[in-house]
C-alpha cells in the first residue's frame, strides 16, 4: 500500500491551499483516513481525520478554516485550507488505517511542506 501526498507550497498569509493524498496497492478497505503536520522542532500531531462512516475530527486551532472530505471510490483524502496563518507552515502528512489480506494497518505518505509566509 503506498500513500501519495500533494497540493503543499508556498502562499501568503490569508490564502488558501488544498492537499491530495490517494491510496493505492492491495486495499481491501480503508478506516480511517487523516492529515497530520510537524513543524521544526515540534512533535507530530492529528490535524484532522475523517472515518469510514464520516465521523471527522479537527484540532482546535484549524476549526473553521480547515475541511477535509473523503471520496472512498478513489480513495483518497483531501485537506482544503483556507486563512491559512504563519503557524500552519509545517510538513503534512497523510495517514490511512488500511485493511489488507493480513490485517489492518497504519500507512503514512512521505509527507507534503506547506509554508505559509506573513
Known amino acids: 500500500v503506498q500513500l501519495q501526498a500533494s497540493g503543499g507550497g508556498l502562499v501568503q498569509a490569508g490564502g488558501s491551499l488544498r492537499l491530495s493524498c490517494a491510496a493505492s496497492?492491495?486495499?481491501?478497505?480503508?478506516?480511517?483516513m487523516g492529515w497530520y503536520r510537524q513543524a521544526p522542532g515540534k512533535q507530530r500531531e492529528l490535524v484532522a481525520r475523517?472515518?469510514?462512516?464520516?465521523?471527522?475530527n479537527y484540532v482546535d486551532s484549524v476549526k473553521g478554516r480547515f475541511i477535509i472530505s473523503r471520496d472512498n471510490a478513489k480513495n483518497t483524502v483531501y485537506l482544503q485550507m483556507d486563512s491559512l496563518k504563519p503557524e500552519d507552515t509545517a510538513v503534512y502528512f497523510c495517514?490511512?488505517?488500511?485493511?489488507?489480506?493480513?490485517?489492518?494497518?497504519?500507512?503514512w505518505g512521505r509527507g507534503t511542506q506547506v509554508t505559509v509566509s506573513s
Open positions: 495517514k490511512a488505517r488500511v485493511v489488507v489480506s493480513s490485517g489492518i494497518d497504519d500507512y
Open positions: 496497492g492491495s486495499i481491501i478497505s480503508i478506516n480511517d
Open positions: 475523517a472515518s469510514w462512516v464520516g465521523t471527522i
